[in-house]
């Protein structure tokens, strides 16, 4: 099960346990082994979800709560916390401060996505304030260093390599000197992988390692190989200290679930995931955050981060403002079927809103979700600047209603049912307390 579908199975079965006039045991059977199936559908560990499910069922005892009480909230908390015991190791990885010169050697098998990776790592810090740069010690592939090299002058960041040399060890040297040199804060050092572990490969990263004495060792996974994730990470964790993983290629097909409990297993934080080809196609990796997205209550930190590392700096204020007066009105949700049929950068933004990304844009309808927004907007055209702008429910009377039909040419029903979506995003708009994230002065903070 890919890792959007886990999320959309994890909140079905909650949300049908909250529908049900009794919880009994019975219900909560049925919701534990509903989820269980969809995480082992996910390819995580049959003993991992047996221990999941049972630690659950030893915290809720349905006879002993007291009436009154709320089961269905204590069972969703249990669960939110299970899912978050399965993938935290309580080992919070190295952060690189700005100022210092942080050295970062990414390590892994060849394909696994580790040059992609090393240029949205850079890229990702640059947003944030930093002078990366990327050397590539990577002496083995050919066509690496053309490959870092191409990423690297399409972002815009400092690289070192060269044709002639084959030591890796000296072009990481040399590399470290250079950018050491220029103030860079943030070195990146790209270095060889193989189609598999094999000794060569691991003595090469002891040896520029040692050469280089980085401040962080980055392991790169294909997240796409399941619960094979756990003996990779374990071996390349032994060779070569990995101090954090980045998961990569957990975009849309991946069976994610499987990858990142397995790396969990093996007391290695994940700290990004890679989503996509594209550079901007990374995020942070907090366990909070990510069990709160799949549980379908959005991910308001990881939104914060995502705003601050791909929009840019002049069109950020413009954002917090709307996002601070807390008002989602018609017209932003039309300003925001915009972007999603852009497919731009705020797109990335808006999917992780609770609501946006699962039920309104699913994965795999992305054709059907953007002939509705189109529906919806052409609608919207027919409204009045007071009704686009209203924030009053109510405002939409019947003769409205039937007055937008008429102009946009669609049956009343359709009117309706655009109006029941705004409902319901607007209704988790209002749950959302952005103002808590984002202080008054606007300077955004996760
Ligand atoms: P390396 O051999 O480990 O350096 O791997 P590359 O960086 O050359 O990546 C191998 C392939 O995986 C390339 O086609 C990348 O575009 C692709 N890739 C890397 N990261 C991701 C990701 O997060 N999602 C997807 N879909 N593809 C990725």
């Known amino acids: 099960m890919?890792?959007?579908?886990?999320?959309?199975?994890?909140?079905?079965?909650?949300?049908?346990?909250?529908?049900?006039?009794?919880?009994?045991?019975?219900?909560?059977?049925?919701?534990?082994?509903?989820?269980?199936?969809?995480?082992?559908?996910?390819?995580?560990?049959?003993?991992?979800?047996?221990?999941?499910?049972?630690n659950?069922?030893?915290?809720?005892?349905?006879?002993?709560?007291?009436?009154?009480?709320?089961?269905?909230?204590?069972?969703?908390?249990?669960?939110?916390?299970?899912?978050?015991?399965?993938?935290?190791?309580?080992?919070?990885?190295?952060?690189?401060?700005?100022?210092?010169?942080?050295?970062?050697?990414?390590?892994?098998?060849?394909?696994s996505g580790k040059t992609t990776t090393c240029t949205k790592y850079a890229h990702y810090h640059q947003r944030k304030g930093f002078k990366p740069s990327l050397v590539c010690a990577d002496t083995f592939r050919a066509g690496a260093f053309d490959q870092l090299k191409q990423n690297a002058t399409k972002a815009k960041i400092p690289f070192y390599?060269?044709?002639?040399?084959?030591?890796?060890?000296?072009?990481?040297?040399?590399?470290?000197?250079?950018?050491?040199?220029?103030?860079s804060d943030l070195i990146?050092?790209?270095?060889?992988?193989?189609?598999?572990?094999?000794?060569?490969?691991?003595?090469?990263?002891?040896?520029?390692a040692e050469a280089t004495k980085?401040?962080?060792?980055?392991?790169?996974?294909?997240?796409?190989?399941?619960?094979?994730?756990f003996d990779q990470a374990q071996a390349f964790k032994q060779s070569a200290s990995v101090g954090a993983v980045i998961v990569t290629k957990l975009d849309g097909h991946a069976k994610g679930g499987g990858a990142l409990s397995a790396v969990a297993a093996t007391k290695s934080p994940v700290i990004f995931i890679g989503t996509g080809e594209h550079i901007d196609d990374f995020d942070v990796f907090n366990v909070e955050p990510f069990v709160a997205r799949l549980l379908g209550r959005g991910d308001l930190p990881g939104l914060i981060d995502k705003m601050e590392s791909i929009v840019p700096a002049d069109q950020q204020s413009e954002l917090v403002a709307k996002l601070s007066e807390g008002a989602f009105t018609l017209r932003l949700l039309y300003e925001q079927f915009q972007n999603l049929l852009k497919m731009g950068p705020m797109s990335q933004i808006f999917s992780m809103l609770p609501g946006f990304s699962s039920?309104?844009?699913p994965k795999g309808q992305e054709k059907q979700s953007k002939e509705k927004f189109k529906r919806y907007m052409t609608i919207m055209d027919s409204m009045t600047p007071a009704e686009l702008d209203s924030t009053n429910p109510k405002l939409m009377t019947e003769s409205r209603i039937i007055r937008v039909a008429r102009g946009s040419g669609r049956k009343v029903k359709d009117v309706m049912e655009m109006l029941e979506e705004y409902k319901r995003l607007a209704k988790m708009w209002s749950k959302l307390n952005v103002s808590k994230l984002i202080p008054p002065n606007g300077k955004m903070s996760a």
Do not use: W
């Open 2 to 54: 890919v890792l959007a579908e886990l999320g959309g199975s994890i909140s079905r079965a909650l949300a049908r346990m909250s529908s049900a006039t009794v919880v009994d045991e019975s219900v909560l059977r049925e919701c534990l082994n509903e989820i269980a199936r969809a995480l082992m559908q996910s390819d995580v560990r049959f003993k991992t979800v047996c221990d999941l499910q049972a």
């Open 56 to 111: 659950i069922r030893k915290t809720v005892n349905l006879e002993a709560l007291a009436a009154g009480t709320n089961k269905r909230r204590i069972i969703e908390t249990s669960v939110g916390k299970e899912l978050c015991k399965m993938l935290d190791t309580g080992k919070p990885a190295f952060v690189p401060k700005k100022g210092k010169p942080n050295v970062v050697m990414f390590v892994g098998l060849q394909g």
């Open 161 to 183: 390599g060269s044709y002639m040399e084959s030591d890796p060890v000296k072009i990481a040297v040399e590399g470290l000197e250079k950018f050491r040199q220029e103030k």
């Open 188 to 208: 990146i050092i790209d270095t060889s992988g193989r189609h598999m572990q094999e000794a060569a490969l691991f003595e090469e990263m002891r040896q520029v």
């Open 214 to 229: 980085p401040d962080l060792v980055i392991f790169v996974m294909d997240g796409s190989i399941g619960q094979a994730a």
């Open 359 to 361: 039920e309104l844009m």
